[in-house]
């Protein structure tokens, strides 16, 4: 499984505290199906995303880490002016492996009404835009359609593992489910912090999937797509989303029946 979201390098951002923290990280995604992993470090008004500094970090985690496993440059990029100005600055720079695809977060306080305007100058530059866990944002929760439309627009929407799981609580957990069934996900990731509460795992998210809706989907949302992100490839999404309905009948999918 190829995982596009993690803060796994050491005191940079709220992620791990320690390069000793680093390497469980990495040693437990290995451990659990992870090929290669995205270290996506915040850059927002709390975190600085300084390149040089993740790059030195990164070829250390390697180094102690050992084979098994890839480790690439991400971001997990806020959407704020400067941010926006750098990035066009620098087409390339946070996106993910630098070929393109660039983890935005909105905030949970407000959706700015010109975010789509934001995003498309961003892709005017080259940037491909995927939407970091809507099902954890209480105010996207309350606008699907918005949703909708974006990825009608060709972005894409990246739910977080645990989500599926509930360890985010129910409303995330219904509202990823809900997603899924519509399907308007495209990616699946840890968005890993530590060993603990937000490991950096996919194989159970995976598992998820695989029962709950089929295991090609699993294979699309956590090993092809995130493959092809990180090789800045366009996602093949022929098979989306009409195979890949639910075949069990939940809440969301007996509402969407009527
Ligand atoms: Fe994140």
Same mark, same amino acid.
């Given at each position: &499984?190829?995982?596009?979201? *993690?803060?796994?390098?050491?005191?940079?951002?709220? #992620? $791990?505290?320690?390069?000793?923290?680093?390497?469980?990280?990495?040693?437990?995604?290995?451990?659990?199906?992870?090929?290669?992993?995205?270290? $996506?470090?915040?850059?927002?008004?709390?975190?600085?995303?300084?390149?040089?500094?993740?790059?030195?970090?990164?070829?250390?985690?390697?180094?102690?880490?050992?084979?098994?496993? +890839?480790?690439?440059? #991400?971001?997990?990029?806020?959407?704020?002016?400067?941010?926006?100005?750098?990035?066009?600055?620098?087409?390339?720079?946070?996106?993910?492996?630098?070929?393109?695809?660039?983890? &935005? +977060? %909105?905030?949970?306080?407000?959706?700015?009404?010109?975010?789509?305007?934001?995003? *498309?100058?961003?892709?005017?530059?080259? &940037?491909?835009?995927?939407?970091?866990?809507?099902?954890?944002?209480?105010?996207?929760?309350?606008?699907?359609?918005?949703?909708?439309?974006?990825?009608?627009?060709?972005?894409?929407?990246?739910?977080?593992?645990?989500?599926?799981? #509930?360890?985010?609580?129910?409303?995330?957990? +219904?509202?990823?489910?809900?997603?899924?069934?519509?399907? %308007?996900?495209?990616?699946?990731? *840890?968005?890993?912090?530590?060993?603990? #509460?937000?490991?950096?795992?996919?194989?159970?998210?995976?598992?998820?999937? $695989?029962?709950?809706?089929?295991?090609?989907?699993? +294979?699309?949302?956590?090993?092809?797509?995130?493959?092809?992100?990180?090789?800045?490839?366009?996602?093949?999404? $022929?098979?989306?989303?009409?195979?890949?309905?639910?075949?069990?009948?939940?809440?969301? *999918?007996?509402?969407?029946?009527?």
């Amino acid at each position: &499984m190829v995982d596009i979201h *993690s803060h796994v390098l050491p005191g940079i951002d709220d #992620g $791990s505290k320690s390069m000793e923290e680093t390497v469980e990280m990495i040693r437990m995604a290995r451990e659990h199906g992870t090929t290669l992993l995205v270290a $996506s470090p915040h850059a927002d008004t709390q975190y600085s995303y300084d390149s040089t500094h993740i790059e030195e970090l990164l070829a250390e985690a390697r180094a102690f880490a050992g084979p098994g496993i +890839e480790l690439v440059r #991400g971001c997990d990029f806020h959407l704020m002016f400067d941010n926006i100005e750098a990035a066009l600055r620098q087409p390339m720079h946070y996106t993910i492996n630098q070929k393109g695809y660039l983890l &935005m +977060e %909105l905030s949970d306080l407000t959706i700015f009404p010109n975010t789509g305007d934001l995003w *498309s100058q961003l892709e005017d530059a080259g &940037m491909t835009i995927v939407l970091t866990h809507p099902e954890r944002n209480p105010l996207l929760r309350q606008r699907l359609e918005l949703i909708q439309e974006w990825v009608g627009q060709g972005r894409y929407m990246q739910v977080t593992g645990q989500s599926l799981l #509930g360890l985010f609580g129910k409303k995330a957990q +219904e509202f990823a489910r809900q997603l899924l069934d519509l399907g %308007l996900v495209h990616f699946i990731a *840890s968005d890993a912090h530590d060993l603990q #509460g937000r490991p950096p795992r996919l194989d159970q998210a995976f598992q998820w999937i $695989s029962e709950n809706y089929s295991p090609r989907l699993a +294979e699309l949302l956590c090993v092809e797509h995130p493959a092809a992100a990180v090789r800045g490839e366009a996602l093949d999404l $022929s098979e989306f989303p009409p195979p890949l309905m639910p075949r069990k009948t939940g809440f969301w *999918s007996k509402l969407f029946k009527r």
